[in-house]
């Protein structure tokens, strides 16, 4: 299939994400992903690299893409050659991430808040695992909590997403990742015990040591984890395995917090991407890493577009390392998805009144067009997740086998057809 014929493909996938309406869960299986041709479905992917943009739906990208690139521009992220579209619902119309994170890892359908189980509380192995038992080195970032509900959803076995502190026991004792790179400091060391990060600062009071498996930074360095705080220990760290905790939770802050929404991580999310790529790539079999940009999402809740476009922006950039690495090894797979779509986001022109009223959906805005002087504003719905279909999109190794409409569950599969661990 030449370029401009998969570009075509891509850009059909992307718009009928808006027309595509929500289906019945019982429906779920007649849904099925396109035929899938070509050099790259065949050709197996030796490197995966993930990426999560939590919350950002269709309307989300269009924010971000026309706020940094303007009319005519695009993003790294939809500069892509394949794209499709992906239904979220968990065993309930709505997702949370956990449920959403948990299809994508392991390809099963599960409740809200599960980790890593199917429906019946089973443990299902995840894509990380199945990559770390092929030989790969394996790697988990996030600008959340890296114990939080997608990062676990990978490398983690819990009823309940809450279990922070057995998440990160199991990253050790079990899936053994061997790059771990966020927030939730807190989860790791057991009340009284002061890490790196202050417990109870002025930002937040509540945030403090809270963790129940003991000491778990140290234990991780008894295992030959190097283990960081901040952005020059980032840089400076060797080895082959890394352990990054740089806040006591999420790596921003939120208005609930008190300071209002503040998106400011005191390392950015492509510094940690491609501080993982650099580690993880010292395997000569290559490496599976999960990316998860998680102010979108959170912003998204709080209906702040500002800081969400701050966020997606910072998202945009860790894919343009990612891809530049890629085009240096194409034996590499790069995707771009979401677990599930918050806020019922609408991209609207300017207009002198609010249509929507105030409250939770009161516009947004207005924004800036890059390079011109035109404006948008953004409308919300609401403060939750949405049912709304997301877009995904893909290049490199395997890149063909995601075009199409399908299940989250249909990723699980196909990541491991791209790297030639299921037929």
């Known amino acids: ?55 950002m739906g269709a309307a989300q990208r269009d924010a971000i893409r026309l706020a940094s690139t303007g009319l005519s521009g695009d993003l790294e992220m939809n500069k892509m ?8 619902s968990s065993t309930s119309v709505v997702t949370d991430s956990a449920a959403a994170a948990t299809a994508m890892a392991s390809g099963v359908k ?9 429906a019946n509380k089973v443990s299902k192995k995840t894509v990380l695992e199945e990559a770390k038992q092929a030989g790969k080195s394996t790697g988990l970032v996030t600008t959340s909590q890296i114990t ?22 199991q990253y050790l004792e079990n899936s053994k990742v061997d790059v771990l790179l966020g927030g939730g400091e807190d989860y790791w060391y057991p009340q009284g015990s002061q890490g790196a990060y202050e417990d109870h600062p ?25 283990y960081v705080t901040n952005a020059s220990g980032l840089k400076k760290a060797g080895g082959n395995k890394l352990l990054g905790l740089f806040a006591n939770e999420e790596m921003f802050e939120q208005r609930e917090e008190g300071h209002g929404d503040q998106y400011d991580p005191v390392v950015s999310l492509p510094q940690m991407t491609e501080k993982a ?29 500002s800081q969400l476009i701050k966020a997606g922006r910072q998202l945009d950039n860790a894919v343009k390392a990612a891809k530049d690495y890629a085009k240096k090894h194409p034996d590499t797979l790069v995707l771009v998805l979401a677990d599930h779509d918050c ?3 609408t991209v609207e022109n300017v207009e002198h009144s609010d249509e929507s009223g105030d409250g939770i959906s009161k516009e947004d805005g207005p924004f800036q067009v890059a ?13 939750g997740h949405t049912a709304a279909d997301i877009p995904l999109t893909a290049t490199g190794s395997g890149a063909s086998l995601f075009e199409g409409t399908y299940e989250n569950t249909y990723i699980h599969d196909a990541l491991l057809r791209a790297m030639g661990l299921k037929k």
Do not use: C
């Open 148 to 169: 939080d509900a997608t990062p676990a959803a990978f490398g983690a076995h819990v009823k309940n997403r809450s279990e922070q502190s057995k998440i990160a026991k």
């Open 371 to 383: 390079g011109s002087s035109a404006q948008f504003v953004v409308d919300w719905t609401t403060s």
């Open 1 to 55: 299939m030449g370029k401009k014929n998969r570009m075509m493909k891509a850009a059909i996938a992307l718009s009928a994400v808006a027309a595509l309406g929500v289906y019945g869960i019982a429906d779920a299986k007649a849904y099925k992903p396109s035929k899938h041709t070509g050099h790259a479905a065949s050709a197996k992917a030796k490197n995966v690299i993930l990426f999560v943009g939590d919350g």
């Open 202 to 226: 002025a930002k937040d009071p509540s945030e403090a040591s809270k963790g129940t498996e003991g000491n778990l930074v140290g234990k991780a360095k008894r295992l030959g984890y190097q």
């Open 110 to 118: 599960t409740n809200n808040g599960a980790i890593g189980v199917d």
């Open 277 to 305: 790529i650099s580690t993880l790539s010292k395997n000569k079999k290559g490496f599976f890493l999960m990316v998860e940009e998680e102010a979108i999402d959170e912003m998204a809740h709080e209906n702040n577009a």
């Open 81 to 88: 050659p394949y794209a499709g579209v992906v239904h979220t």
């Open 343 to 345: 806020g019922g986001m």
